[in-house]
Structure formats: C-alpha cells, structure tokens
DNA sequence: GTTTTCCTCCGCCAGA
DNA sequence: GTTCTGGCGGAGGAAA
C-alpha cells in the first residue's frame, strides 16, 4: 500500500492471501500479519494483484474480493491487480485501466470490462481501478482527496514528495511509432487556462493560445488527457472553488466569480454533477465551517 | 420549469 | 497510400 502508515489518514493494513512469511519473485521476505478473514473489517480494499498478468489467480482470494464488495467495501485495483478484480466479476460492464503494456491482454482476456489504456485512474464509484505503479499513488491520492478533502491530499502529497493532483484522465506515458514531439501536448495551454480561470474562456480562446484551428485543438486535446476541453475546463474550475472552500472563507458567489462560473447559483449545479454535493456540504464536511453566499 | 439562444462535440470529408 | 489538419454541419447540451 502506497499510503505511508505515518501520514496516512487511514489505518493500513497489508493482508496477505495468507498470514506468514511470504517470498516475492526478487527473493525479498516479507511477512503479513493479516490474512484474508481481515477484509471482513475494511472500508476499503486495494489490491495490487499478481505480478504478471498470466499468473494464475487463486481462488480463495477472488472469494474474498468478490465478498467484500457484495458487503460494499470499496474496491481499489494497482496496475495487474486490475486483473484480480476483472477476474472476480467486479468490473463487468465497467470502465477500467491498467498499466498501459498489459492493457491489451486485459481487454482479451476479459471483454466485459471497457478497458482504457490511456488514463491514470477510472473512478466508478465502489470499484477503482489504476495503471502503473505511480498511477496507484494517483488513484490513493484521490482517494484521500474523496474522502478527507484538498487540504489533506496536498498534505500526504508532500509528505510522499508526490504531485498532489494528477487527474485521472490524464493520459498515461505510452510510447508511440512516432517521436514524442514537446513530451505533454498543450500543456502550456492547460496551464494558462488554469491562470486564467475566471475569465470567459471559450474553446475558440483556448485553441488560439495553443495556435491551432478549434477542429485540431479539440480532437488533440480529447486524446491526450482523455476529456473535452471545456469538460477538462469544467473540472478545473469545479477543483478550484473546492481548494477555495476549504482554504477561505469567501462565499459561493464569490467563488463561483473566481472561477470563472458567473454565479453561485452554476458553481451549485456543478458541484452537483460532478461530486454530487453542495459548496455547503462540502465546507461543513472538510472545514466545519458553514459557507456563505 | 420552460423556452430560446448559443456553444461544444463529433462525424464526415477534402486538401496538404 | 497514409496521416494530419481544418472546415462544415447536425445533434445535443448549457446558460440565461
């Protein structure tokens, strides 16, 4: 598990198929005090799953996924262990992803689920899953942004000497037939969007900074991080007034203006559609604050 | 809650 | 022949 034990917000368990001393492939011993009858206590479960994705899955620990998730334990998934989770039935008809190199394999061996290669991480509510190792310190991190707010990711961040913030849409570093042209393709452009959030940015402003048409720019953009535009924008804007209402006291309106969202009134339904609450709850929960405005 | 207007997204196609 | 860019237009969604 990624989350130091020091600065975690959680209490980390490592859980073992077995308890025991265990020997990995490189030859290190470790030893797990937990054994599966454990997961009957977690909130949450991530499972790092085999090695290699041919290694065959055992069935005592498919028995124990499947169970806790039927309870409604989260279920989060580090690179292969996607595998152990698509193999347990809990990712059928589900989007997924996971280290970009056995992403095809996935897809192969289980075609119910919608695999995506190009992404970090894929939220679908009780099951998450991640690409590369890295990847899973970005899905962790979200998890600790879900759960217990900006403040506290940032916080388990820097503690890790990680990037605080990596969306799950961002593309994953996939080596392509033609060479990697200026590494991040509009990143600048992102980044000036995010320096000029409030203002009234349309798609046509953001394609003129990145100096091509709106066509290009669009279809570009969807396919390096995996989102639209203005849906990438919407986010940024909807993380901004989150970092706002955690740090500040400003009300919703006035949020809602430095964000570039006009009115407390869109800032609400935003707030709604994408972390299906309100400005309100969401400071009470992460501040004990009450919001303004 | 409804209506209108504007914007975004995306498939299609032509040209470089 | 292949790939990429950019314009056009329709469908759907967002904002006022």
Redesign the pocket.
């Known amino acids: 598990v990624f989350l130091h034990r020091e600065s975690s917000p959680y209490d980390v368990l490592p859980i073992g198929a077995r308890a025991g001393r265990v020997r990995s492939q490189d030859g290190l011993e470790l030893v797990l005090e937990h054994g599966l009858e454990s997961l009957a206590d977690a909130d949450t479960v991530v499972v790092t799953g085999p090695v290699r994705p041919d290694e065959p899955q055992l069935p005592e620990v498919l028995d124990a996924v499947r169970a806790a998730a039927e309870e409604g334990t989260r279920i989060a998934s580090i690179c292969a262990g996607t595998f152990t989770l698509a193999a347990a039935g809990l990712l059928d008809g589900k989007r997924a992803t996971t280290h970009w190199s056995i992403a095809d394999e996935l897809a192969r061996q289980y075609p119910r689920v919608h695999v995506d290669p190009n992404v970090l991480f894929v939220d679908e509510g009780q099951v998450l899953t991640s690409a590369g190792s890295a990847a899973g310190m970005d899905l962790c991190l979200h998890l600790v942004r879900k759960d217990f707010g900006v403040r506290a990711a940032n916080a388990v961040a820097r503690e890790l000497v990680a990037a605080p913030y990596r969306s799950g849409g961002q593309v994953q570093y996939i080596p392509r037939d ?1 060479t990697e042209e200026g590494g991040d393709l509009y990143a600048r452009t992102r980044q000036w969007a995010l320096e000029h959030l409030a203002e009234d ?4 402003d953001l394609a003129s900074h990145a100096g ?9 953009f ?1 396919e390096d991080t995996g ?6 924008l ?1 986010r940024a804007r909807v993380d901004t007034a989150r970092e706002l209402l955690e740090t500040t006291d400003l009300g919703v309106d006035r949020i809602a203006d430095l964000v570039g ?3 407390g ?2 800032l609400r ?2 707030f709604r ?1 994408i972390l299906d609450t309100t400005p309100g709850q969401y400071r009470r929960t992460f501040t004990g604050r009450d919001v303004e405005g």
């Open positions: 033609r940015l349309t798609l046509a091509v048409s709106v066509r290009t720019f669009s279809r570009r969807t989102r639209s535009p203005m849906k990438w919407m969202l006009g009115s009134t869109n339904l935003h559609r």
